[in-house]
């Protein structure tokens, strides 16, 4: 009877950071005011805040907004790429909840920038992100910079996250409050980076499983696959979308023909390992609503991103919706942003001196 009354109390302990996570999220706003609760994360230990900067480092934002700024006007490829990078972080070694023992919750915790060394095989060569993954010579900048002037006190995670959001704004996107706070991870994972991230393949149902998992709702799913209004994408990653019946993919009803003729065309005259085209053709440098406008007319690149039209009548609303109104758009993806970023790890972390290396 005691051993029993132990487990109670071990399972019980365990769960409840799971009620707060549970919690937490909940608090973010609806109202497209870009205000969660203060405090908002899900991680265990780590509160984060608006403004925690803004008398230990006050030139931090301007700083990282500078850097941005000059990299996407040089490159505006680059905005997609920071963008892509702070997602990248927050979705690998997440936690999970299993018969209530809940794995350690890392997410945003910049591990995505470590590089290999003798003891650790990092996230870098994870075939989501292998010959893929961009601006790490940008967040190098940006933390040479922040060191300079407050030395050890904006993590690298951190970085990620503002860099994101600016890259949003300078491409004509919505601007939101980031909560600050973040550690940075002394690991890296580069099975977890392998599993983690949802494929350009995945179906509705497996990316709705994906973003629950960690906590996002099925509009936060399709506001966040709105960041696909900016970058690029090699040929071998919409493969699916030009030959559906010898991937096993489903076909989609309403394809553009024309679109994917087009396509066709320019996988087949170059090594599709290097050919890339844009992710939205219509106004490929632009943060804007014309990705969802795409989806509806059978113009969207990657397998995953034209599923939300076709094969789920509750992404394929929230898709009309975002086509028809921007506003509404900018709001939901604000809200969850902010939500990602809010997937946090424990206070066991560090601030790096060098994003690519631990202390």
């Not at 940006?142 to 690298?156: G, H, Q």
């Not at 942003?337 to 790096?352: A, C, P, Q, W, Y």
Request: aromatic letters at 6%.
């Amino acid at each position: 009877m005691k051993n029993l009354f132990n487990l109670f109390l071990i399972m019980l302990l365990v769960s409840m950071p799971v009620l707060s996570l549970a919690a937490n999220f909940s608090e973010t706003c609806e109202d497209g005011s870009g205000e969660p609760g203060s405090g908002f994360g899900i991680g265990f230990g780590i509160v984060l805040e608006f403004g925690l900067y803004r008398n230990s480092c006050p030139e931090a934002e301007s700083i990282v907004y500078s850097w941005v700024e000059t990299a996407v006007l040089q490159d505006p490829r680059m905005a997609a790429s920071l963008l892509r990078l702070h997602f990248h972080d927050c979705f690998v070694n997440a936690s999970a909840l299993i018969l209530y023992f809940v794995l350690i919750i890392l997410g945003c915790d910049a591990s995505v920038l470590l590089d290999d060394t003798e003891g650790l095989v990092g996230e870098k060569t994870a075939p989501p992100n292998l010959n893929s993954l961009r601006g790490f010579e940008v967040i190098d900048s940006i933390k040479a910079d922040l060191e300079s002037v407050c030395p050890e006190t904006v993590s690298c995670a951190d970085i990620l996250a503002m860099a994101a959001r600016d890259s949003v704004v300078v491409s004509g996107g919505p601007s939101w409050d980031v909560e600050v706070g973040r550690k940075d991870g002394r690991t890296a994972s580069k099975q977890a980076a392998t599993t983690s991230l949802p494929s350009p393949n995945s179906t509705v149902p497996t990316l709705i499983s994906i973003f629950q998992n960690l906590g996002l709702s099925q509009t936060d799913m399709v506001a966040l696959s709105g960041g696909h209004t900016l970058g690029k994408a090699k040929c071998t990653s919409f493969t699916a979308r030009l030959q559906p019946q010898q991937t096993g993919q489903p076909a989609n009803h309403g394809d553009n023909l024309e679109f994917l003729e087009s396509l066709q065309q320019l996988c087949s005259t170059v090594d599709t390992s290097v050919a890339i085209t844009q992710l939205d053709l219509v106004t490929p440098s632009t943060f804007d609503n014309q990705y969802y406008v795409n989806l509806l007319s059978g113009e969207g690149l990657l397998p995953s991103d034209q599923a939300l039209a076709v094969q789920d009548p509750g992404t394929r609303e929230i898709v009309e919706t975002y086509a028809a109104d921007q506003s509404v758009f900018f709001k939901d993806f604000k809200n969850a942003m902010v939500k990602m970023g809010g997937i946090t790890g424990g206070n066991e972390g560090e601030i790096r001196r060098n994003c690519r290396a631990v202390n």
